[in-house]
């Protein structure tokens, strides 16, 4: 059999890295882009060793232009849209900047592919925020999105733009919509990481208080390493169709930050402050999904809930 060769649009980020490390391992050729191949770090690249592993390009998700040149280089059988802003906090500051790199972003790719006419697979990073505030209901695939935050509204369009050309042009292109996930390799301006951060500072004995929002929002909150495995699945199957990936349990933020900070023997109460300013303009109140679907149809279901995550995440951090 061919080896296949994968492309990952957003390899240097949490999901583009652990995929990367997960489709090597499959024995797959793996390129990744970035706007600027020859100045990005790829900081979690190395972080897991394998950045002399990965074919890096520079490609601008933006000038279609650019986006149909890298897909005539590498000729890649599947590609995965992970690149975008990823930050829903920081899509309110620059809304225009978080649709143009989701919605335009996602658009230029499934135009290259039709303009190509290549057998391509096309995977899409939907989330699990376009479903806006349902409730304590668990959102599935039929669930109607109610996106309350540029961001939301960017990954909708993305969404929508996959099924049009799915149904259109029968390409083979899929969405997951996935729920929360961390790791080690999160961002520190995601409030998962900024709390874990924190609490070890503290355990180790520098004084200082964590500020934070809304601590009642609950999340649905995954292991990233693998959700990933979830992506390679939807590309395996034989029909494309999009799915919801989740753990199906939500906690509190409170919960998280109690976890957290329990992890490491200390009372969160004498840490933690909640700041008025950190609220968001609109947030939801619950987000859990059911990932039913995904269990009977690819045989992926989480193993790791909340309170793993968070161990896993204060043993890293300890580590390194």
Same mark, same amino acid.
């Given at each position: 059999?061919?080896?296949k060769?994968?492309?990952?649009c957003g390899i240097?980020? =949490?999901?583009?890295?652990y995929?990367?490390?997960?489709?090597?391992e499959?024995e797959?050729?793996v390129c990744?882009?970035s706007?600027? *191949?020859?100045m990005?770090?790829f900081?979690?690249l190395? =972080?897991l060793?394998?950045?002399d592993k990965?074919k890096?390009e520079s490609?601008?998700l933006?000038?279609f232009?650019?986006?149909?040149q890298?897909?005539n280089?590498?000729?890649?059988?599947?590609?995965?849209?992970? *690149?975008?802003?990823s930050?829903?906090g920081?899509?309110?500051?620059?809304?225009?900047?978080?649709l143009?790199s989701?919605a335009t972003g996602?658009?230029?790719?499934?135009?290259?592919?039709?303009f190509?006419?290549a057998?391509i697979k096309?995977y899409?990073a939907?989330?699990?925020?376009?479903f /806006?505030?349902?409730?304590?209901?668990?959102?599935d695939?039929?669930?109607p999105?109610?996106?309350?935050?540029p961001?939301?509204?960017a990954?909708?369009?993305?969404? @929508?733009e996959?099924?049009?050309? #799915?149904?259109?042009?029968?390409?083979f292109?899929?969405?997951?919509?996935?729920f929360?996930?961390?790791?080690p390799l999160?961002p520190q301006?995601?409030?998962?990481?900024k709390i874990v951060? *924190? *609490?070890?500072?503290?355990?180790? /004995?520098?004084? =200082?208080?964590l500020?934070?929002g809304?601590?009642s929002?609950?999340?649905d909150?995954?292991?990233?390493?693998e959700?990933?495995k979830?992506?390679?699945?939807?590309?395996?199957?034989?029909?494309?169709d999009d799915?919801?990936?989740?753990?199906?349990?939500s906690?509190?933020l409170?919960?998280?930050?109690?976890k957290?900070?329990?992890?490491l /023997?200390?009372? @969160?109460?004498n840490?933690?402050?909640?700041?008025?300013s950190?609220f968001r303009?609109?947030?939801?109140?619950i987000? #859990?999904?059911?990932?039913t679907?995904?269990?009977?149809?690819? /045989?992926?279901?989480a193993q790791?809930?909340?309170?793993?995550v968070v161990?896993m995440m204060?043993?890293?951090?300890l580590?390194?």
């Amino acid at each position: 059999m061919k080896q296949k060769t994968a492309l990952i649009c957003g390899i240097s980020g =949490q999901d583009g890295t652990y995929l990367a490390q997960y489709l090597l391992e499959k024995e797959y050729i793996v390129c990744g882009t970035s706007r600027d *191949a020859q100045m990005s770090s790829f900081r979690n690249l190395q =972080q897991l060793g394998i950045k002399d592993k990965v074919k890096l390009e520079s490609m601008s998700l933006n000038d279609f232009r650019s986006v149909l040149q890298v897909l005539n280089k590498i000729k890649p059988d599947e590609v995965y849209n992970l *690149a975008g802003q990823s930050s829903v906090g920081l899509s309110f500051e620059l809304p225009v900047e978080t649709l143009e790199s989701i919605a335009t972003g996602t658009l230029n790719l499934l135009e290259a592919i039709r303009f190509t006419g290549a057998p391509i697979k096309f995977y899409n990073a939907g989330s699990s925020e376009c479903f /806006g505030d349902i409730g304590d209901q668990a959102a599935d695939e039929l669930t109607p999105f109610r996106p309350r935050s540029p961001y939301a509204v960017a990954k909708s369009a993305a969404f @929508w733009e996959v099924a049009n050309y #799915r149904e259109a042009y029968g390409i083979f292109a899929c969405s997951g919509i996935l729920f929360n996930h961390e790791s080690p390799l999160r961002p520190q301006r995601f409030v998962t990481q900024k709390i874990v951060a *924190a *609490a070890c500072n503290i355990a180790q /004995g520098n004084h =200082q208080q964590l500020h934070l929002g809304n601590v009642s929002i609950a999340r649905d909150w995954g292991w990233a390493p693998e959700y990933v495995k979830a992506m390679y699945l939807m590309l395996q199957q034989d029909q494309p169709d999009d799915y919801v990936i989740a753990t199906g349990q939500s906690y509190s933020l409170e919960e998280f930050v109690v976890k957290t900070f329990e992890c490491l /023997g200390l009372n @969160w109460q004498n840490y933690v402050i909640t700041d008025q300013s950190l609220f968001r303009p609109t947030d939801l109140a619950i987000s #859990r999904g059911n990932p039913t679907k995904a269990e009977e149809e690819l /045989g992926w279901k989480a193993q790791y809930k909340m309170p793993d995550v968070v161990k896993m995440m204060v043993e890293d951090k300890l580590n390194n």
